[in-house]
């Protein structure tokens, strides 16, 4: 999450200003990059839809838009299931971990 906000700077330039509320957008992109993945092409566009899709299949119950750093955990999560990187299993240990101890009063 540390490296999506350093991109904040670079959203006035873009016009699209980046926020803690919507850096999830990034964490697909994040880990293309770690995980040495081109973020371009098909490969990359099923990573980022599965993520985003994510994101909204569970906003509502999670209450996502008000923990902006569960959304970033649950995109990057799901980045890295949507790349075989992870199972199904060891991603639900990890979100519901991150969920109970996440604390963004």
Known sequence: MLDACDTEPFGIL???PITSDNLFHLAPLICLKFRG???RGPEAKRV???ALANYVANSDKHGLESRPML????CYVGAHL???LLNEQDA???LTYCEEHLDED
């Not at 959304?71 to 649950?74: C, M, P, S």
């Open 14 to 16: 873009t016009g699209h």
């Open 37 to 39: 993945r081109k973020t």
């Open 48 to 50: 980022i839809e599965t």
């Open 71 to 74: 959304a970033f955990v649950l």
């Open 82 to 84: 949507a790349l075989d």
């Open 92 to 94: 639900d240990v990890i």
